[in-house]
């Protein structure tokens, strides 16, 4: 099983702020990469994935990837409330195959 | 158009007892996978299926656990002589096919085994 490792949590941020959420996977051929949200209580959806190093911005959400390191980060900006749920990372090491982490729980404050 | 469904939503049963659980994938979709997540866990990979075949079952727990996919469409999670470790929600996902690595999650069946 490759391993794939998030701090599990709980992220407490006041609305507004930035997030920052982090994954560390063991497998360096791994080549794509992936942020589910999971509210409470439902399933997983995609809001970000990321191939290349570097930054990959979509909306308020940042995924940032070092393969180097065999990291990955997902940036929430100006959290809001509804960004209160469980961060899923994800990484696909063969052509069909994703390993998640743990998850982290985000808690947003109002 | 329609997600991907799983059905029931909610399952209790006894402990020794069969279950079958049900997933209805995205239509198209090829790829099919079995997922498990406990309480505060992350998923653990079950099953893949790849149109009617599934070349990797290596999530399985054991033996008593079995799933097939009839038409490359429906697929069917059994689990036999259920225990108590195996109460967990259980997720099906689809994908379109190996050009695409997005998985698109069903709602999740929720298993407790009394």
């Known amino acids: 099983q490759k391993e794939v490792e998030q701090n599990s949590g709980p992220l407490s941020v006041p609305e507004g702020a930035i997030a920052s959420l982090n994954c560390t996977y063991s497998d360096r051929g791994s080549q794509s990469f992936f942020w589910y949200r999971q509210y409470s209580g439902k399933s997983p959806e995609l809001i970000m994935f990321?191939?290349?190093?570097g930054d990959k911005e979509d909306g308020r959400f940042t995924a940032q990837l070092n393969k180097a390191s065999q990291y990955v980060s997902l940036l929430i900006r100006d959290s809001q409330p509804s960004d209160s749920a469980t961060y899923l990372c994800a990484v696909r090491y063969n052509d069909y195959k994703l390993s998640f982490g743990a998850g982290t729980t985000v808690t947003v404050r109002a | 158009g329609a997600g991907v469904s799983q059905s029931p939503s909610n399952k209790v049963t006894e402990k020794g007892k069969d279950v079958e659980l049900r997933c209805d994938p995205i239509?198209?979709?090829?790829?099919l996978y079995w997922y498990r997540q406990s309480l505060g866990q992350g998923l653990e990979f079950l099953i893949y299926?790849?149109?009617?075949?599934?070349?990797?079952k290596s999530g399985l727990p054991s033996d008593r656990f079995s799933a097939e996919r009839t038409g490359g469409s429906v697929s069917t999670l059994t689990i036999q002589r259920t225990q108590q470790e195996d109460s967990a929600v259980y997720l099906c996902?689809?994908?379109?096919?190996?050009?695409?690595?997005?998985?698109?999650f069903g709602p999740g069946t929720r298993l407790t085994v009394l």
């Open positions: 299926f790849q149109g009617n075949s599934a070349p990797d």
């Open positions: 990321i191939y290349s190093n």
């Open positions: 239509s198209g979709h090829t790829a």
């Open positions: 996902a689809s994908r379109a096919g190996r050009s695409t690595d997005t998985q698109y």
